[in-house]
C-alpha cells in the first residue's frame, strides 16, 4: 500500500476532526425510522446520510498529531490514495455548508492541499 504524505496545520487537523464529531452527533440525532417519520412529518429524516469520516482517517489525523511535525507547524497526516480523495471531498462538502467563512477557508485550503500532494 502506497501512501499519500499530507502535510497539515495542527488548526486544520483539530477543525477536521472537530467537525467530524459534530456531524457525527448530528447525524445519530437526526437519523429517523422513515415509517416513524409518516406520524411525525416535521420530523428530519437521514438515511443514507454519510457524513462522519471513516475511522481510518481520523485515526491517521490522530496520529498524525502524536509523531510527525514537519517544520515548525505542519504534521505528516499519511493515507491512501482513496482516503486523501474521500477526505478532500469531504472538506469541499462540509465548507460549502459551514457558516463560518474562516473554516470554510480552512477546509477548502485542506481540499487543495491534499489534491496536489504527490
Known sequence: MTGKVVPLTYRAIWLILDRNEALRAL???EIVDPV???DCPNTPTVTSFEAAL???IVLALESALH???IGEDHYRV???PEEAKNLAS???EVAAGSSRPTDSEVLRLVAAVIDLAP
Do not use: G, K, N
Open 27 to 29: 447525524s445519530a440525532l
Open 90 to 92: 469531504w472538506c469541499r
Open 78 to 80: 499519511v493515507l491512501t
Open 54 to 56: 471513516p475511522p481510518s
Open 36 to 38: 416513524d417519520s409518516v
Open 67 to 69: 509523531v510527525s511535525l
